[in-house]
């Protein structure tokens, strides 16, 4: 069965720091470009970050440039998400997405993060 | 305010089709694909229609999408109760060079 199980959400104080982790398992990860995705309370869905294949190449939404960084280690079947200077406005319910044929086809079940005091 | 504009909600009875449009600019539909995605609070989202208008497999052929200059529009014919979710459109915009997602539309079944 193809399945992401994304781990690693938390409270966490503003200025601080989180790392995600995201677990692939049912296809050949490293085949795959792979993106986060988020979804503030109450509010829809925010594309984060997108990493190729082979980790060559990161692209980010201008609201995680210079704070997140997106990584995978394809040996151990993981997506990562490490994020810093965290914001309130960070508070988001964060998905692990697979792409293919330049769609989202396969998606976690997420993982909260609330950035508060 | 998303770049992708959706009607915030719609609504259908059972049995009734219904359709969503997504209206956005040359820089995103206009010269990119479109895809949609069903969610329901709680769940994973779930790709819905790929490349303006393929579905995967396993999504009934009762939703259907199409494409249109710089809009495109997701159709559901016969609904049914378990129709009821949130849904999105996306798309890459050239111009901002990020993926773009419309603000969603509640679907209620009556």
Known sequence: EVQLVESGGDLVQPGGSLRLSCAASGFIFS????????????????????????GSGTTYADSAKGRFTISRDNAKNTLYLQMSSLRAED??????VRGREGAFDIWGQGTMVTVSS | QSVLTQPPS??????????????????????????????????AP???????????????????????????????????????????????????????????TKLTVL
């Open chain 1, 31 to 54: 085949n795959y470009w792979m993106y986060w995705v988020r979804q503030p309370p109450g509010k829809g869905l925010v594309w984060v970050s997108r990493i190729k294949n082979d």
């Open chain 1, 91 to 96: 508070t988001a319910v964060y998905y692990c």
């Open chain 2, 10 to 43: 719609a609504s259908g009875t059972p049995g009734q089709g219904v359709t969503i449009s997504c209206s956005g600019s040359s820089s995103n539909i206009g010269s990119n694909s479109v895809h949609w995605y069903q969610h329901l609070p709680g769940t």
């Open chain 2, 46 to 104: 779930k790709l819905l229609i790929y490349r303006d208008d393929r579905r995967p497999s396993g999504v009934p052929d009762r939703f259907s999408g199409s494409k249109s200059g710089t809009s495109a529009s997701l159709a559901i014919s016969g609904l049914r109760s378990e129709d009821e979710a949130d849904y999105y459109c996306a798309a890459w915009d050239d111009s901002l060079s990020t993926w773009l997602f419309g603000g969603g």
